[in-house]
Structures are given as structure tokens and as C-alpha cells.
């Protein structure tokens, strides 16, 4: 069961909070990543998990619209290395 309720914090902004259960794997590997002091909270490590995969996601989105483009227009003449940096270049923002 997720849980809601809005964090006001010092800097105005809203944070949602929820409660999340985990498996017993997931658990212990969330604890063990804040005990490493890899991460000060679950939360952050939450956090970071889901802006990775956000960042992944407008990575798989951007690939697939080249692609969706490619198969439309026909084939590409730019070379490997210059897909590769544009594909690097949008990941890094």
C-alpha cells in the first residue's frame, strides 16, 4: 500500500511522501547501500534509482524516435561515431 502526504520543506519545495514495502533482498541491499554511506537515506537512494531510470528512459525514447525517423526517411549517411556521439551527447544532457 502506498501512502501519501506533502512534505512543506525549507526551501518551499512539495515533497510527496510515501510508504513503500520492499522484499527482503531489496531491503537488505537498500540498507546495505546507506550503511556503505553510499547514500544518507533510502530515500535518496530511491531518489537517484528513479532518476537514472528516468534518464535511461529519454535515452530508449530518444533511440526509438532515430529509429522510427530512420525507417521512415530511408537510411542514414552518418557514420557510426556520429550516432554514438550524438546518442552520448544526449544522455549527458
Given at each position: 500500500m502506498i501512502q501519501y502526504r506533502c512534505i512543506f520543506t525549507p526551501?518551499?519545495?512539495?515533497?510527496?511522501r510515501q510508504s513503500i514495502s520492499f522484499t527482503k533482498p531489496n531491503e537488505e541491499w537498500l540498507k546495505a547501500q546507506v550503511d556503505s554511506e553510499?547514500?544518507?537515506?533510502?530515500?535518496?537512494?530511491?531518489?537517484d534509482l528513479i532518476r537514472q531510470?528516468?534518464?535511461q528512459q529519454a535515452q530508449v525514447?530518444?533511440?526509438?524516435?532515430?529509429l522510427n525517423r530512420s525507417e521512415a526517411g530511408?537510411?542514414?549517411?552518418?557514420?557510426?561515431?556520429?550516432?554514438l556521439k550524438q546518442s552520448k551527447?544526449?544522455?549527458?544532457g
Amino acid at each position: 500500500m502506498i501512502q501519501y502526504r506533502c512534505i512543506f520543506t525549507p526551501n518551499r519545495k512539495v515533497m510527496a511522501r510515501q510508504s513503500i514495502s520492499f522484499t527482503k533482498p531489496n531491503e537488505e541491499w537498500l540498507k546495505a547501500q546507506v550503511d556503505s554511506e553510499e547514500y544518507s537515506s533510502k530515500s535518496e537512494l530511491v531518489n537517484d534509482l528513479i532518476r537514472q531510470a528516468r534518464k535511461q528512459q529519454a535515452q530508449v525514447d530518444w533511440i526509438r524516435a532515430k529509429l522510427n525517423r530512420s525507417e521512415a526517411g530511408g537510411f542514414t549517411n552518418e557514420t557510426k561515431e556520429q550516432i554514438l556521439k550524438q546518442s552520448k551527447s544526449s544522455i549527458n544532457g
